[in-house]
């Protein structure tokens, strides 16, 4: 082939990759509704198939800087062993 004849690989892989990825996540979903109930199962499922943390985070409903604040709330509860408590408001 000529250069010409080329295709862009590194343009239409990538593309391709994440469109795959997210009918994964769709058809996991359709199958288990409650594991992928909430958007950090999602997010964790997408990286494993590896998906790039911000574009799982996209695809999977949320942001990256919203995913990263749910993982340190998850890991300051496994770490508490607790769940977090709303604090009533304070009057003053």
């Known amino acids: 082939m000529t250069e ?16 795959l990825a997210y009918l994964c996540l769709a058809k996991a979903t359709e199958a ?7 958007v950090l199962a999602r997010v964790d499922f997408l990286e494993a198939l590896g998906v790039p943390p911000k574009d799982a985070a996209v695809a999977g409903g949320s ?5 990263a604040e749910l993982r340190r709330q998850r890991s300051n509860r496994k770490a ?13």
């Open 32 to 38: 288990d509704k409650t594991k992928f109930k909430d």
């Open 63 to 67: 942001s990256a800087a919203s995913v």
């Open 4 to 19: 010409k004849n080329v295709p862009d690989y590194g343009t239409w892989l990538p593309v391709i990759g994440k469109g």
């Open 80 to 92: 508490n062993g607790k769940k977090s408590k709303a604090r009533p408001a304070r009057r003053g």
